[in-house]
């Protein structure tokens, strides 16, 4: 099962969060959609206000303010972090 949202970064603990930063490297968009479950990402974009598939608008591949990051929990299982506005959207 591929990872899903679970928090961001306002709903989590500093301890958690500096783990997870001290643990990430930079990947890009194509690789962060083929590792997280795509129901759960395209939510959180609906949710957020881009455009999904055919859509008119502005798709998240194309935002080039958006940071992803693949990184670890302090129990070792991986997870991916999407940065927007400066609110990190975990997923694991």
Do not use: W
């Amino acid at each position: 099962m591929k990872p899903t949202l679970r928090f961001t970064c306002s709903s989590a603990s500093v301890t958690l969060l500096q783990f997870i930063y001290d643990h990430q490297r930079q990947i890009t968009h194509s690789s962060f959609c083929k590792m997280v479950d795509a129901k759960s990402r395209q939510a959180l974009e609906k949710n957020l206000g881009y455009a999904i598939g055919d859509e008119p608008g502005l798709h998240l591949k194309d935002d080039r303010y958006l940071s992803y990051f693949k990184s670890k929990l302090p129990n070792g299982k991986v997870c991916f972090n999407m940065e927007h506005s400066c609110i990190d959207h975990i997923f694991y």
